[in-house]
């Protein structure tokens, strides 16, 4: 399963949390609509003045929030390519790699980077594992908050979760 779409009750489980590693998605309007298998959150803030509203991709493994493109076009664009729009084949890859190989990939899981690309963690196969969705996010948001604003190369030590 390559994207689920947040019903009420998950979108506004998750948005505290993005909310807190991001923020550009602080403003009152800000909706989550779905996550994916790699753990990222795409939502929409206020609409534009064009009505539109743009559709916005928090990834918590790499420490990024990205304006992608307007919500009609991102439908119309992940309807028609998901794999090749949500990384298939990294997840293939993990897939094939993943000894053994999970059954499926429950929709409160996510793989997601065991050590976040944005405490040094590398881009690789190797630092990815199933994860607990909320789990996930919960630490991710604490952690990011925590760092956003320190230098690259920062030496990081007293970290807080709660």
Known sequence: MLLRFHDAASAALFLPDVQLAFRQAEPSGTELIAVDWHGRQYLTLEPSSSGDPMV????IGFGDFAELVALAEWREVVGERPAEVLDGDLLD?????????????????????????FLGGEDAISNLA???LEVYWTL?????????????GTPISGIRLS
């Open 130 to 132: 199933v994860s607990d």
């Open 93 to 117: 890859r993990f897939l094939a790699a993943t000894d053994p190989t999970p059954e499926g990939l429950a929709v409160t899981h996510c793989i997601g980077y065991t050590t976040p690309l």
């Open 56 to 59: 916005y991709r928090a990834d």
């Open 140 to 152: 991710g948001s604490q952690l990011l908050a925590q760092v956003r604003d320190l230098p690259p």
